[in-house]
């Protein structure tokens, strides 16, 4: 399989990446319904990983993926794409401290920052979902690996 380098500039996120670069929608299958749910949320990379996370509340996606790990992550700007994943929830304190931290530094990002008030990492750390993203292209996540996004 030829890897698609638009697909990888999108997953490989940096410092600088935009809102809109953040911005993907993901269907994920109803814990109770058994229905495919799409909405859009915001992913992060950390470490050469991806996650997903959100104001510290209870989810449906998060309950979702822990009912059903396998979803779809839609690219949308820039680039289409419909990437199977399956969803790893991050339930160890030392990873949720260091991943959410990392993401909690993008609203000081003037790319992105200014969105939502100041959130703080206690909050987080005690009631916000975290679900790192494997996706099921292996080259995909290589390419991606090696390309070093500003």
Not at 60 to 80: D, E, I, M, Q, Y
Not at 109 to 129: E, F, H, K, V
């Amino acid at each position: 399989m030829t890897t698609d380098m638009a697909v990888v500039r999108a997953l490989a996120l940096g410092p600088k990446s935009t809102a809109q670069d953040h911005t993907i929608d993901i269907t994920t299958i109803g814990a109770r319904t058994g229905l495919p749910r799409r909405i859009e949320i915001w992913f992060h990379r950390v470490d050469g990983k991806w996650y997903l996370s959100g104001m510290p509340m209870p989810r449906s996606w998060n309950a979702n993926l822990r009912a059903n790990p396998r979803f779809t992550v839609h690219l949308k700007h820039g680039v289409h794409a419909d990437l199977p994943a399956t969803a790893h929830p991050v339930d160890d304190y030392q990873t949720r401290k260091h991943v959410l931290a990392e993401i909690l530094k993008t609203q000081d990002r003037p790319a992105t920052g200014g969105r939502a008030p100041r959130q703080y990492l206690s909050d987080w750390l005690a009631r916000s979902p975290l679900v790192e993203i494997v996706f099921d292209d292996q080259e995909l996540t290589a390419a991606t690996a090696r390309y070093d996004r500003p």
